[in-house]
Nanobody, 121 residues
């Protein structure tokens, strides 16, 4: 099965930017890809997804601030996060599925280990 490794998390001030990367162990053109996040004491929530055909989906809270993109030649998916808010603080997870994109964790069969994003006020 495909293995996913996230990187790029860190500490940033409110209003700043980060770019997360998700490196896959095989060619990503076969998969729909997504990002989820989990804050302390909360359930894992959907953030963004990219279908194999290029369709994107975002949770309302990040629309206009976050952008999901993919470079299939590099087997990598990115999440560009701009205008970060303290509410964005969470562990961010990369996920993949051979099925279509949906904003629910149950849709995704493969998961990375997560990378911490902390936004200070």
């Amino acid at each position: 099965q495909v293995q996913l490794v996230e990187s790029g998390g860190g500490l940033v001030q409110a209003g700043g930017s980060l770019r997360l990367s998700c490196a896959a162990s095989e060619r990503t053109f076969r998969y729909a890809m997504a990002w989820f996040r989990q804050a302390p004491g909360k359930e894992r929530e959907f953030v963004a997804a990219s279908s194999i055909g290029g369709t994107t989906l975002y949770v309302d809270a990040v629309k206009g601030r976050f952008t999901i993109s993919r470079d299939n030649a590099k087997n990598t998916v990115y999440l560009q996060m701009n205008s970060l808010k303290p509410e964005d603080t969470a562990v961010y997870y990369c996920a993949a599925t051979l099925k279509g994109i949906r904003p629910y964790a149950s849709q995704y069969d493969y998961w990375g280990q997560g990378t911490q994003v902390t936004v200070s006020s």
